[in-house]
């Protein structure tokens, strides 16, 4: 199994938190009272997601973010707008479409429930 990192991200409610990334293909693999881990995709090349209560959160001054690089970011903007996630330039939860930045990477964001921005980088 190659390296990996798992960004740790808050969450106000666990089961609102799963039923939000199950539109957006996770799925839950391990839940108790203080730890959440969500995973999506074939184990090898699989994204994970580790989340942590946080129930009293303000998500309107959240500052947790992560990147998740893609192979196929197509795909997962085709589940997203799939989803009831809206696009939308506030609020939340909302995304925004690819665009090609500066830096020369393609990059979707995406602000989820809990006020955490995601990245959504495609890969080279």
Same mark, same amino acid.
């Given at each position: 199994?190659?390296?990996?990192?798992?960004?740790?991200?808050?969450?106000?409610?666990? *089961?609102?938190?799963? /039923?939000?990334? $199950? @539109?957006?293909?996770?799925?839950?693999?391990?839940?108790?009272?203080?730890? %959440?881990?969500?995973?999506?995709?074939?184990?090898?090349?699989?994204?994970?997601?580790?989340?942590?209560?946080?129930?009293?959160?303000?998500?309107?001054?959240?500052?947790?973010?992560?990147?998740?690089?893609? *192979?196929?970011?197509? /795909?997962?903007? $085709? @589940?997203?707008?799939?989803?009831?996630?809206?696009?939308?330039?506030?609020? %939340?939860?909302?995304?925004?479409?690819?665009?090609?930045?500066?830096?020369?990477?393609?990059?979707?964001?995406?602000?989820?429930?809990?006020?955490?921005?995601?990245?959504?980088?495609?890969?080279?």
């Amino acid at each position: 199994m190659p390296d990996i990192a798992t960004p740790n991200l808050p969450s106000r409610n666990f *089961d609102a938190t799963a /039923a939000f990334y $199950a @539109q957006l293909g996770f799925e839950c693999a391990y839940k108790d009272g203080g730890w %959440m881990i969500l995973h999506r995709g074939p184990a090898g090349s699989r994204l994970v997601l580790e989340f942590f209560p946080y129930p009293d959160l303000d998500p309107y001054s959240s500052s947790f973010s992560a990147c998740l690089r893609l *192979d196929d970011l197509p /795909a997962m903007m $085709a @589940q997203i707008e799939a989803s009831d996630v809206p696009q939308r330039h506030k609020d %939340m939860p909302r995304f925004s479409a690819p665009k090609m930045e500066a830096s020369g990477l393609t990059i979707a964001y995406m602000v989820d429930i809990d006020g955490t921005l995601i990245r959504l980088i495609q890969n080279d």
